[in-house]
C-alpha cells in the first residue's frame, strides 16, 4: 500500500501544487487522480517517485518512509509511463522496451527474450520490434511506453495523462487493453488523467483534486457519482450521473423472457398465431440461436413459408447477459426499434429478451438494494462493499 501523509508541495516561485494531501491507495489495483489543470495531479504522482520532494509530510511504501530508501531502488520498484510514451528514439522498439532490464544487468539475450512478451502481452506484434518509434502510430507507441514500464515487473505502475495524445476510438481500446492486463497482473497502478469518463472506467478508486492541491473527494466511482461531496464534485463530474451509474449494476438479475423468440424455420402463419398483446414482436433465431431479427406478425406477408428475412426488423446491439451492466441493457433497449432489448450469451446466443418497462423495474430495486446496503452496517456502497465490478 503506498501512504500519502499530508504532503504538500510548494514550489520555489511560492505556487502550493499540492496542499495538506492524505491518500491511502491500496494494493492491486487502480487508484485515478483527476481534477482540472494545474490542481497537482503531476506533482503527486512524481512524488511518489521522487522525481519532485514534498516539502513536508511524507509517504510511505508497505510501511516504509520513502525518503529514506534509496532512489534508484524505489524507482526501480516503479514502471512510469506518460503521455507521448518518452521513448528512446534511436533504440528500436525491442530495445527500448529491454532498457530497464538491460539497466538491471541482464544479459542481452534475455533482456530481450522479455521484452517480446511484453510485446505480446501489451498488443504490440512481434513485426514491429525491429521498428523505431518515428515508424509507429501514437497508440503503438503507448503501449511500447506500457511495455517498457512492466519489463522489469514492479509493483507499482505510475501513469500520467499516457492515453491522453490519441483518438478517443484507440484511446478506448487501449483503457480496454489496460483492464486487461491489470487483470492478469494485478500491479498497484496509479494513473493520472483530466479525464472524469476515463477516470470513472479505469479506476476502483477515485481521488478528484481541486486546484490548489486539496482533496475534494475520494471514493470508488459509483460512491463517487451517487454521493459527489459538493457542488465542485458534482460539477466536475457532468451530466448524466445517474445513467453514468447504472454501469455499475449488473444485469444478471434481470428478468428476461424466451416467449417472443422463434427459430427462423417458424412460418409467418405459426408467427402471427404466437404473438400476442403483451409481445407485439417476435425474435427470430438461426439454427444456433443467433438472432437475425424481429417480426412484427401483423405486418408479415406469405403463410406457409419460412420466414422472409427481408421482412424483419433490425435487432440493433445484443447485450451480453451478466457480463454487461444495466446500463448496456437499457442502452440496447432504448435503441432498439421494437424497444425491446435482446439478451445474449458469451457466444452470442439469445437467451431471452427484455422490455424497457422491466429494465426499468431491475433499475428501481438495484437502486434500493445498493442504497440499503450503503446505510446497513459497515456498508459503504457500491465497490466498497465488493460488489462485483461489472465490464468496464
Ligand atoms: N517546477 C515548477 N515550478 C513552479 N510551479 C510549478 C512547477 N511545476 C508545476 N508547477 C505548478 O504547480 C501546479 C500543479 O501543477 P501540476 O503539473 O502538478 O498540475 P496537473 O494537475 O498535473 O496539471 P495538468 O492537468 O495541466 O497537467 C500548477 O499551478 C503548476 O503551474
Redesign the pocket.
Known amino acids: 500500500m503506498i501512504q500519502i501523509e499530508s504532503i504538500t508541495?510548494r514550489?520555489?516561485?511560492g505556487?502550493t501544487?499540492?496542499d495538506n494531501l492524505s491518500l491511502e491507495i491500496p494494493d492491486s489495483s487502480i487508484t485515478v487522480l483527476v481534477?482540472?489543470?494545474?490542481?497537482?495531479?503531476?506533482?503527486?504522482?512524481?512524488m511518489i517517485n521522487r522525481m519532485v520532494e514534498p516539502s513536508s509530510g511524507r509517504i510511505l511504501l508497505d510501511g516504509a518512509d520513502i525518503h529514506q530508501q534509496p532512489v534508484n531502488g524505489l524507482r526501480r520498484s516503479m514502471g512510469y509511463v506518460i503521455q507521448n510514451a518518452g521513448l528512446f528514439q534511436h533504440r528500436t522498439i525491442l530495445d527500448n522496451i529491454a532498457t530497464v532490464p538491460r539497466m538491471l544487468g541482464w544479459d542481452k539475450q534475455r533482456a530481450r527474450k522479455r521484452a517480446s512478451e511484453l510485446m505480446e502481452r501489451v498488443g504490440l506484434d512481434s513485426s514491429l520490434a525491429k521498428r523505431y518509434p518515428y515508424q509507429l502510430s501514437g497508440g503503438q507507441q503507448q503501449r511500447v511506453g506500457v511495455a517498457r514500464a512492466l519489463a522489469a515487473d514492479p509493483p507499482v505502475l505510475l501513469m500520467?495523462?499516457p492515453f491522453s495524445a490519441v483518438d478517443p476510438i484507440v484511446r478506448k481500446v487501449l483503457q480496454a487493453e489496460l483492464l486487461r492486463i491489470q487483470e492478469e497482473l494485478g500491479k498497484t497502478i496509479v494513473f493520472?488523467t483530466?479525464d472524469i469518463d476515463e477516470a470513472i472506467r479505469l479506476g476502483d478508486m477515485i481521488a478528484v483534486?481541486r486546484t490548489g492541491?486539496r482533496l475534494a473527494q475520494f471514493a470508488p466511482p459509483d460512491e463517487l457519482l451517487s454521493r459527489p461531496a459538493d457542488d465542485f464534485v458534482e460539477d466536475f463530474l457532468g451530466t448524466d450521473r445517474g445513467v453514468r451509474r447504472l454501469s455499475f449494476f449488473t444485469s444478471a438479475g434481470l428478468e428476461l423472457t424466451t416467449a417472443p423468440v422463434v427459430a427462423v424455420d417458424t412460418t409467418a402463419a405459426q408467427i402471427a398465431e404466437r404473438a400476442g398483446a403483451e409481445v407485439p414482436y417476435l425474435l427470430v433465431t438461426d439454427s444456433d440461436g443467433k438472432p437475425l431479427g424481429w417480426a412484427e406478425p401483423g405486418r408479415l406477408t406469405g403463410g406457409a413459408d419460412s420466414l422472409p428475412a427481408d421482412q424483419l426488423i433490425s435487432y440493433g446491439r445484443p447485450f451480453e447477459f451478466g457480463r454487461e451492466s444495466l446500463r448496456d441493457a437499457l442502452d440496447c433497449a432504448v435503441l432498439s426499434p421494437t424497444g425491446w432489448a435482446v439478451a445474449v450469451d458469451g457466444a452470442g446466443r439469445v437467451v431471452g429478451v427484455t422490455s424497457q418497462a422491466t429494465i426499468g423495474a431491475a433499475i428501481r430495486s438495484a437502486h434500493a438494494e445498493r442504497e440499503g446496503s450503503a446505510s446497513g452496517p459497515g456498508g459503504q456502497g457500491g465497490q466498497g462493499t465488493g460488489a462485483v465490478r461489472v465490464a468496464r
Open positions: 508541495k514550489y520555489p516561485d505556487t501544487a499540492v481534477g482540472p489543470s494545474g490542481c497537482g495531479k503531476t506533482t503527486t504522482l512524481r500520467d495523462e493520472v483530466h483534486l492541491g
